[in-house]
Structure formats: C-alpha cells, structure tokens
C-alpha cells in the first residue's frame, strides 16, 4: 500500500485507531483514541447534508449532498498534497484565491514529516 496523503503529517496516528468525523458545522477532525483532535479543517460554508468520499482519482472529498449538482467541493485532499502527485492534482499558484500546491518530501519512509526538498 502507497500512503499518498497524511492529514497530520507532524503528528501523525501510528496505529488504526484514528477516528474521521464531520461534526455538524461541517469541520472534518481527525481524533485518536483518547478523543484528542489531532487536525481538522473549518470550512467557510456549512453544508446541511457533509458526506466524505473517497474518488477513484484518490481525491478525498467533502460534499453536500444537498448540494450534489453543483460539482463543487467544500473541501478536497488533493488542495494539500504531501510527497506523490496524482493525475489531477494541480501544482503552482491559483492566482485568484492565492493558494499554493507543492510537493513535500517526507523525512524518511516512516516519518511523514516534512523532509528536506520541498
């Protein structure tokens, strides 16, 4: 198995025991066993209907069900890529809204921390 994206790559869970939840205001956190929120991501929007899939691309992705026509995203793994590009990844600048992609080594096959080239 090819890891292609850590949520917390500073602190990440070693084990299966993380836990994904989208809580109602629609932010995605990842908790360990002991209930402590390790990362998660506030959303400008609040969606009335959050699921996550996970798309054949690789792609993680919140949507709003209530919302499924509209093709847009309230939040996607391939906006925050790690170490491996995959086809439909974007990499540079997105001029308009000033967000960066770029890849990010990892320190060693074991560490998911940022290594030395980025």
């Known amino acids: 198995m090819t890891v292609v994206w850590v949520a917390n790559r500073l602190n990440p869970i070693n084990d299966s025991s993380g836990v994904l939840t989208i809580k109602k205001t629609s932010e995605l956190q990842l908790l360990t066993k002991d209930v402590a929120a390790v990362w998660s991501v506030n959303l400008t929007r609040v969606a009335r209907n959050p699921t996550l899939q996970l798309l054949n691309s690789g792609n993680l992705v919140l949507i709003d069900l209530s919302d499924a026509n509209s093709g847009t995203y309230l939040w996607q793994s391939f906006d925050y890529p790690s170490d491996i590009l995959l086809l439909g990844m974007k990499m540079g600048w997105d001029?308009?809204?000033?967000?960066?992609?770029?890849?990010?080594?990892?320190?060693?096959?074991?560490?998911?921390?940022?290594?030395?080239?980025?």
């Open 95 to 118: 001029l308009r809204t000033g967000h960066e992609w770029h890849l990010t080594a990892w320190k060693n096959s074991d560490d998911p921390s940022h290594g030395d080239f980025s």
